[in-house]
C-alpha cells in the first residue's frame, strides 16, 4: 500500500511540477521535501479555471513538505502539503481575441492528465493545502496614446494572501474525515468533491508598471502641459488584511475512472 501510495503522490507531482525527476522523489518516512520549484502554468491554468485572457508566466514554490498518513489511515485521513512561498505572475494574453471567443472562460491547453480519475486523483483531491505566504502579481496590456506619442500604461496589481489553507469538508461544508466527506458521493452517478477555502490576511496594492510613461517616439518621459513630468510615485494600497474564507465544489463523472498506472 505505501508502494501504491508512493506512486500516487508522484503522479500528482509530474502533472503539477516542470520537468520534475523520479530522482527528486525521496521519501524520508512519512515526509517528502522539495524546494525550489517550478509549477506547470498551464496545470494551474485549467485546475483553477483561470479566464482565457490570462496567462500563468511564472508559478514557483519556495519549499515544499508533504506528509503521508500512516497505511492504516490512508481512507481517512489526508496529505498534508504545506508551502513557505508561492510565487505567481498573470499576465494578460496578448493573442487573445474576446469577440472570437465570447464563451471561452477558460484555456484548452493544459495537459491532460489521463483519461478518467484514478486513485493518484482521489489522493490528490482529497489533500490538505497550506500556504504561508502567496504573492500575485498581474499585469496587463491595456494601453492608451495620448498626443505628442506618449503611452500610458497600467498598474500592476500585487495581491498577497497569507496563511491559506484549502481543506476537503462534507456537503455541508462541515470538516469531516476523508471516508466521511465521500459518503455524499455513494449510489451517485458523479463523483463530488467539496472544498473549504480559508485565509488570514489578503492585501492588494497597485504598482507602477515599468513602462507606465513611455515617448515610443523620442524614448523619454513626457511632461504634461503644465511642465510637470508624469511620474507614479511607489505603489497604493487599496484592500489592507482582509480575512475571508470560499466554497469550492467539483464534480467527476464515474465513467471517468480508471487505474493508477
Known sequence: MESILGRALEYTLKYWLKSFTRDQFKLQGHTVHLSNLDI???ALHSSVGLPAALNVASAKVGKL????????Y???EPIIVQIDRLDLVLEENSDFDASSNPNSST???APA???GYGFADKIADGMTINIHTVNLLLETRGSSRRQGGATWAPPMASMTIRNLMLYTTNENWQVVNLKEARE???NKKHIYVFKKLEWQSLSIDLLPHPDMFTDVEEGSNLRDDDGAKRVFFGGERFIEGISGEAYVGCMITRSQFRELN
Request: aromatic share 4%.
Open 40 to 42: 506547470d502554468g498551464d
Open 65 to 72: 513538505e508533504i506528509t503521508l498518513p500512516s497505511v492504516s
Open 74 to 76: 490512508v481512507q481517512t
Open 107 to 109: 484555456s484548452s491547453s
Open 113 to 115: 492528465k489521463g483519461s
Open 184 to 186: 455524499f458521493s455513494s
